[in-house]
Nanobody, 123 residues
Framework: QVQLVESGGGLVQPGGSLRLSCTAS????????MGWYRQAPGKQRELVAV?????????NYADSVKGRFTISRDNAKNTVYLQLNSLKPEDTAVYYC???????????????WGQGTQVTVSS
């Protein structure tokens, strides 16, 4: 069993900042790519940022958040972070953690989702 649990969401004013965390737990052998997605009411879920596994970790961002958000990870803690700066009302959404994980009982890579954490940007 593998679980992804997000935290750090909340209400923030425009121009403010938040840091989201997502920790994977369970029967984990290895974690590969990790990422953040978001979904606003009535909208499709969209990619926000991804970071690859291994040393260094290459990153990729949606154009709408580039220069404002930063994704990082701590492999020793099985955790991925998303630093959200200069927040705008249009950033309001449920943010979901995603990861490709190989379990101890399965040699094949599988994809997992967290339950999401709400980010609301409003004055």
């Amino acid at each position: 069993q593998v679980q992804l649990v997000e935290s750090g969401g909340g209400l923030v004013q425009p121009g403010g900042s938040l840091r989201l965390s997502c920790t994977a737990s369970g029967s984990i052998f290895s974690i590969y790519t990790m990422g953040w997605y978001r979904q606003a009411p009535g909208k499709q879920r969209e990619l926000v940022a991804v970071i690859s596994g291994g040393t260094g970790g290459s990153t990729n961002y949606a154009d709408s958040v580039k220069g404002r958000f930063t994704i990082s990870r701590d492999n020793a803690k099985n955790t991925v972070y998303l630093q959200l700066n200069s927040l705008k009302p249009e950033d309001t959404a449920v943010y979901y953690c995603n990861a490709d994980i190989v379990r101890t009982t399965n040699a094949q890579r599988n994809n997992y989702w967290g339950q999401g954490t709400q980010v609301t940007v409003s004055s």
